[in-house]
């Protein structure tokens, strides 16, 4: 899954204006255009298309944790340089508060049935026996899951 997606997907789920796109990267201490958030969630296979940077996800991310928790004392913790689908799962569970069984349910939804124990090697740290890659395709099931608990009723 590359970082497009990923920044579609969340758009759509809480259907968030290019307005507010740009104050979520603006929480994130990063200034984006509208020009540049239209490129980057314009189609793969469109010629203005653009990739987004891992740098610039990791800042609407963040930006996305500030929206939903609040801005913490201190500084906003570095923008990573790369990112992968452990880090961006674990920041959408920040952003959204959500405990071990708030994620399996969510997964559930998406007829994805995981343990908390399988859920808890994700977010492990690399060097740790335990941890688990995140794949693309259960970062896709928890995003199409997120979209089905948090889309507006009407639309799903």
Partial sequence: MNNN?????LRYTFDFSDT??????????????????????????DEAHQVIPAKELAAFL????????????GKLPALES???NNIILRKIKIALSLKDVDMVEILGKADL?????????????PEQRQYRECKNQFLRNFLHGLQLVYRKKEDA
């Fill in 82 to 84: 790369t990112i992968n």
């Fill in 113 to 125: 049935k995981v343990s908390k124990h399988e859920l808890n090697a994700f977010f492990r740290k």
């Fill in 5 to 9: 997606d990923v920044i579609r997907r």
């Fill in 20 to 45: 507010q796109m740009i104050e979520l990267f603006g929480l994130g201490s990063l200034e984006v255009t509208r020009t540049q958030i239209s490129d980057w969630l314009k189609a793969d296979d």
């Fill in 62 to 73: 963040n930006g996305f944790i500030v929206a939903k928790r609040g801005k913490k004392d």
